[in-house]
């Protein structure tokens, strides 16, 4: 692992309140930082979300291409005016989401790769998503998790030096 990176902060994305909370943290925490939001979508089946949010509603019909770049641009149009330089960034994950977090993070030289607990997919089935834990298990860089819980309350329990 190059601990030296100096590449962007890479936060993943999905349209649902705890990725809001990603970026949120990653503002408060890296004012001002460059980072890449992404989204990812699965070419068979249900999109990364795969529930229920105002970015992505039951029973969609849209493509889900066309709903990921969607779900990225709101991420990004978020990470701006919380201050971060972001870029938004849709991959297709025929390999799975996890596999494209991974690919996009060394594609970018990532210095940090930011996801939330749990996304849309995994409420209620424990402390970390589906998501989250492959890439805690695989990633080769530093990984930020960013509980469920307001971000302000997380903020005083976390001193950085």
Known sequence: MNAGRRGPILICYDGSRGADGVIEFAAS????????????WEPYGEPIAGGESELWPAGHDLP???VAGRVAAEGCRRARCAGL???????EAPHG???????AAEEHDAMIIAVGARGLRSRGRGPLG?????VADH??????????TP???AQHQVTLS
């Not at 330089?85 to 991959?91: I, S």
């Not at 989401?97 to 690919?103: E, G, N, P, S």
């Not at 589906?130 to 492959?134: G, H, L, N, T």
């Open 64 to 66: 889900a291409l066309q």
């Open 151 to 153: 971000v302000r309350a």
């Open 130 to 134: 589906p998501v989250a834990r492959a």
């Open 29 to 40: 925490t890296f004012p001002g930082a460059v980072c890449v939001v992404l989204t990812a």
């Open 85 to 91: 330089d972001a870029t938004q960034l849709v991959v």
């Open 139 to 148: 990633a080769d860089r530093p990984l930020i998790v960013v509980p469920p």
């Open 97 to 103: 989401v996890t596999a494209a977090v991974l690919d």
